[in-house]
């Protein structure tokens, strides 16, 4: 099984800031990961796939870079709306599929 | 646009099978053989994880920490798929989403149900 860390478990920033997370695999997963953003009650929704190709409708402020065993999801510009839980998820070497234990970005 | 929606019951006893059930609107599961149905659970304790996914063949696949307790299936005619997990216990309570994927190649989950949550307590 693939293990998925991710970090910070949480990240505090002010709007308008940059905000960098990371996520690390416990062996190369090439670059089938994918990066997830979960709001309060809601399920999550896919924000990256491929390491670094937005899904439709994503905002050019998410991005994403890496391959192999590290992963890193960027917000350039921090909004209001984007406070929420980050999750990675590997999908190269399955069953099973996994997920990380999440990035929680809240307001500094 | 495709949903998913998630049902059953929200509390169950230690011991009991979970049965939950997605019902998938605006794509036909029959026609859509390129994607898996998945389904996937959230808790405090373990986070998310995947519990397994089904093809429209009906080949299944599952996550190996469950496999001998789940059970995941497709009813076509009623364009609903199906999970049942038995023998839970405090530790299975989370909330359940369902959710799909892509076949060739294995892709991520870009559509998920809201979830539905189920608290096993006796």
């Known amino acids: 099984e693939i293990v998925m860390t991710q970090s910070p478990a949480t990240l505090s920033v002010s709007p308008g800031e940059r905000a960098t997370l990371s996520c690390r695999a416990s062996?190369?997963?090439?670059?089938?990961l994918a990066w997830y953003q979960q709001k309060s009650g809601q399920a999550p929704r896919l924000l990256i796939y491929?390491?670094?190709t937005r899904a439709t409708g994503v905002p050019a402020r998410f991005s994403g870079s890496g391959s192999g065993t590290e992963f890193t999801l960027t917000i350039s510009s921090l909004q209001s709306e984007d406070f929420a839980l980050y999750f990675c998820?590997?999908?190269?070497?399955?069953?099973?599929?996994?997920f990380g234990g999440g990035t929680k970005v809240e307001i500094k | 646009q495709l949903q998913l929606q998630e049902s059953g019951p929200g509390l169950m006893k230690p011991s009991e099978t979970l049965s939950l059930t997605c019902t998938v609107s605006?794509?036909?599961?029959?026609?859509?053989?390129?994607?898996?149905w998945a389904w996937i659970r959230q808790s405090p304790a373990k986070g998310l994880e995947w519990i397994g996914s089904?093809?429209?063949?009906?080949?299944?696949y599952y996550n190996p920490s469950l496999e001998s307790r789940v059970i995941i299936s497709v009813d076509a005619s009623k364009n609903q798929y199906s999970l049942k997990l038995n023998s839970v216990t405090a530790a299975d309570t989370a909330i359940y989403y369902c959710?799909?994927?892509?076949?060739?190649?294995?892709?991520?989950?870009?559509?998920w149900g809201q979830g539905t949550l189920v608290t096993v307590s006796s």
């Open positions: 959710a799909r994927h892509d076949v060739v190649p294995v892709s991520p989950f870009d559509a």
């Open positions: 605006g794509d036909s599961i029959i026609t859509s053989s390129r994607y898996y």
């Open positions: 089904i093809d429209y063949w009906g080949g299944a």
């Open positions: 062996q190369s997963v090439s670059s089938n």
């Open positions: 491929s390491a670094s």
């Open positions: 998820q590997q999908y190269h070497n399955w069953p099973p599929l996994t």
